[in-house]
């Protein structure tokens, strides 16, 4: 049973506009929630990072928003850019706990110039 | 280091051999984590330690994984009389606290097992 899904495998979107990553989660005891992008041959790097007080955080061109009571999450990055062509995984833990993060199985972004 | 090491970056290993792989975490990072990635999908938990003590092995597939941090820095992952199921890139993560941080990955060792 998969606790955190991100059900696009794939999105592509022009260079400049809006790119939005989705991941739902099931477990109820989950409160910190992270974004990692993925380039290939690399390991996850760490994008933005949200817990279960807030329903908004922002850094830069990246905004995640979380919904609790849809337990859904969104990844937001405007404007887009050719180099922010990668995998993104959606990650959860419960009470905080880097201890064990539960991954999502990834969404593969394309921006296209 | 400037971040988490993991070496080697490739291994092939004939089914039944022995594999060590090695991972230097973030200087002064306590917590220290090992993940498995099988191909298309997202890095699953296999086990944990707070400086040199393992709180949390219950990710490990079989009694063929152990893993050990003696000093609390370097940490080995040893997979015995490998499989071809045990295939996979392993990534190893180190974090400077254990909860409501960040966790900042190695690029990973990708084993074959022919």
């Known amino acids: 049973d998969q606790q955190v899904k991100q059900n696009s495998p794939s999105l592509s979107v022009q260079e400049g506009r809006i790119s939005i990553l989705n991941c739902d989660y099931t477990?109820?005891?989950?409160?910190?929630f992270l974004w990692y992008k993925k380039y290939p041959a690399e390991g996850p790097t760490f994008l933005i990072s949200?817990?279960?007080?807030?329903d908004k955080n922002e850094d830069g061109r990246f905004t995640v928003f979380l919904n609790k009571s849809a337990k859904h999450l969104s990844l937001h990055i405007v404007p887009s850019q050719p180099g922010d062509s990668a995998v993104y995984f959606c990650a959860a833990s419960a009470f905080g706990s880097a201890r064990q993060l539960t991954f999502g199985s990834g969404t593969q972004l394309t921006v296209l110039p | 280091g400037a971040g988490v090491s993991q070496s080697p970056r490739y291994k092939v290993a004939k089914r039944g051999q022995d594999v060590a792989l090695r991972c230097d975490p973030i200087s002064g990072h306590v917590s220290l984590f090992w993940y498995q990635q099988a191909l298309g999908q997202g890095p699953e938990f296999l086990t944990y330690f707070q400086n040199e003590a393992q709180l949390d092995k219950s990710g490990l597939p079989s009694d063929r994984f152990f893993a050990e941090r003696p000093e609390g820095s370097v940490s080995t992952l040893k997979i015995q009389r490998t499989q071809q199921e045990d295939s996979a890139v392993y990534l190893c993560a180190s974090s400077q606290r254990d909860r409501y941080t960040e966790a900042f990955f190695g690029q990973g060792t990708r084993l074959t097992v022919v």
């Open positions: 949200i817990s279960s007080i807030k």
């Open positions: 477990n109820s005891m989950f409160d910190y």
